[in-house]
């Protein structure tokens, strides 16, 4: 079965940090682009961030730019996002989601106290 | 950054009955060299991740019901339910995959009448 699992989230203060994982099964996990998309409560969606299947191009939304690394280990099946000088406005469920986009995870909530 | 606009911002339609939800996109999606529109729709139920509809424009999704239909080209596309069912009821979302990022619509809140 085609699987995403995203862990990671929790609760964080203003300013902190936290590291996102997303543990993929049942594909080629090096043969896609990965994203993470995340989804503010009661909000629509934003996409955040894209990575090549090798990792030589990464993408980002304004937003986190300078502040999120996204990242992979292909050998480990899994996709990362690191998140730094975490602002309340980064409160969402945060979602991996596989190249083409079918293909989603259930999401991990990061909370950012002020 | 293109920017994706849907109208309506909610809809609510009778059952049996079809819904449209449009989306516009601030400059052009269309990729001349494959002809092809990079702009996809989904759907997003309470508690659940977005599920894909349509790709390309036009083309569903393995297993997406016929009763689905994307429609347009360049900047216009419509998202078409035919015969609105119960479970249809959801959020509905346009993305382009033209730039990155891959910008969304706002979101179309679909509902029964």
């Known amino acids: 079965e085609v699987q995403l699992v995203e862990s990671g989230g929790g609760l964080v203060q203003a300013g902190g940090a936290l590291r996102l994982s997303c543990a993929a099964s049942?594909?080629?996990?090096?043969?896609?682009?990965m994203i993470w998309v995340r989804q503010a409560p009661g909000k629509g969606l934003e996409w955040v961030a894209n990575?090549?299947?090798?990792?030589?191009?990464?993408y980002y939304v304004d937003s986190v730019r300078g502040r999120f690394t996204i990242s992979r280990d292909n050998a480990k099946n899994s996709l990362y996002l690191q998140m730094n000088s975490l602002r309340a406005e980064d409160t969402a469920v945060y979602y991996c989601?596989?190249?083409?986009?079918?293909?989603w995870g259930q999401g991990t909530l990061v909370t950012v106290s002020s | 950054d293109i920017v994706m606009t849907q109208s309506p911002d909610s809809l609510a339609v009778s059952l049996g009955e079809r819904a449209t939800i449009n989306c516009k996109s601030s400059?052009?999606?269309?990729?001349?060299?494959?002809?092809?529109?990079?702009l996809a729709w989904y759907q997003q139920k309470p508690g659940q991740p977005p599920k894909l509809l349509i790709y390309?424009?036009?083309t569903r999704d393995s297993g997406v019901p016929d009763r689905f239909s994307g429609s347009g080209s360049g900047t216009d596309f419509t998202l078409t339910v035919s015969g609105l069912q119960a479970e249809d009821v959801a959020v509905y979302y346009c993305?382009?995959?033209?730039?990155?990022?891959?910008?969304f619509g706002q979101g179309t809140k679909l509902e029964i009448k």
């Open positions: 989601t596989r190249g083409g986009y079918s293909v």
């Open positions: 049942g594909f080629t996990f090096g043969n896609y682009w």
């Open positions: 990575i090549k299947q090798d990792g030589s191009e990464r």
């Open positions: 400059q052009s999606v269309l990729y001349s060299s494959n002809n092809k529109n990079y």
């Open positions: 390309w424009a036009s």
């Open positions: 993305q382009q995959y033209y730039n990155t990022p891959h910008t």
